[in-house]
């Protein structure tokens, strides 16, 4: 095993429950932290360490992981008095791997280095599926020494691992990620839409053209979960993809970029979100095209 052994891991949600358990299997010793301590139990309960804040989590570790909810949150775990900025052990590594802002990354990268500790940026896709799966994609943004020091852990997480440049650029390529994301989500809804009102009938049409050029894993996994098992529990929450868009929007108008698709299916999840379907998966946007009730 890597020279890295102790991990603090904060956030154990639906991405990071599963992730935090594959790193303990793969016998790295692993402390835990999270909001609600409930959504740990199940670490804890197979060997994982509780700790009562971020700050503990990260002490005396080698690397401190943290997958938590918005950006916010991000700031809140490693910039507060008595965060993980603060309590790291000098050499530590800081591995951000919410998807969160550039900005955000920027910032820590540099109150970490003034701390002589090693932060990167390193946002994932693949959903709750590529977290269970250990298959996860892994953006990667900061140093290249701390990339491959790092490279053994998230070879536990992931298979399809990239440095993709400076502090920020991971969270760059996964808010391009969501951008690609959103539009096949939508325009997979608007085919189910179409279909629909055509008159056809939706599961003939999507044995059709699922196997075809216009076929996406976003069309897959949103017909299979919500159309198919009338699921709409999450795997990726709606008020999680209206984060990414809106992290992309606010940073696209410094780029001096304009992206209509980014903005149209930003609007539509913000209708979601208010009408109380922020919490569901990303299926539910089926609901919002009429596809489905
Ligand atoms: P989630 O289930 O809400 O997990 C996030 C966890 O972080 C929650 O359990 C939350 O606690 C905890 N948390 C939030 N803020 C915290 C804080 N300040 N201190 C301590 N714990 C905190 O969400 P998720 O689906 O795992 O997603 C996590 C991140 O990964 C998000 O940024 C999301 O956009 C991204 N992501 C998700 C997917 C996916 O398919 N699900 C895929 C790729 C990337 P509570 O339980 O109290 O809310």
New binding site residues.
């Given amino acids: 095993m890597a020279k890295l052994k102790k991990i603090g891991f ?7 429950s599963a992730m935090a358990g594959h790193l303990m299997d793969a016998g790295y010793e692993v402390s835990v ?4 301590k409930s ?1 740990a139990q199940a670490l804890i309960d197979r060997g994982a360490r509780w700790c009562e804040t ?1 700050g503990e989590c990260a002490k005396n570790q080698d690397v401190i992981i943290t ?3 918005y950006p916010k ?1 991000v700031e ?2 490693y910039l507060s008095e008595g965060g993980i900025i603060d309590s790291a052990k000098i050499g530590a590594y800081l591995v951000d791997m ?3 802002s550039p900005i955000v990354a920027e910032k820590i990268y540099a109150a970490a280095k003034a701390k002589n500790l090693h932060a990167v940026d390193a ?3 693949g ?2 599926t590529g977290a269970k799966n250990a298959t996860l994609t892994i953006f990667v943004g900061g140093e290249e020494d701390s990339f491959n020091a790092l490279k053994p852990i998230f070879e536990v997480l992931g298979k399809n691992i990239v440095h993709e440049g400076s502090a920020g650029a991971g969270q760059k390529t996964k808010i391009s990620n969501q951008i690609a994301l959103a539009g096949a989500l939508a325009g997979a809804c608007e085919a189910f839409a179409y279909a629909k009102s055509a008159g056809l009938d939706i599961e003939k049409v999507y044995a059709a053209i699922s196997k075809g050029s216009a076929s996406s894993i976003q069309m897959s996994d949103i017909v299979s979960r919500g159309l198919l098992d009338d699921n709409f529990n999450p ?3 709606i008020k ?1 993809l209206a ?2 868009l809106a992290i992309g929007n606010e940073t696209v108008t410094t780029y001096g970029q304009a992206l209509p698709i980014l903005a149209l299916v930003l609007h539509e999840l913000r209708n979601m979100e208010k009408t109380g379907h922020g919490a569901e998966g990303t299926q539910s946007l089926l609901k919002y095209y009429g596809v489905t009730d």
């Fill in positions: 904060v956030g154990t949600g639906i991405m990071g932290y999270n909001r609600t959504k971020a997958i938590v909810g949150d809140q775990v919410t998807t969160s946002p994932v896709t959903g709750d795997g990726f929450m999680h984060k990414d």
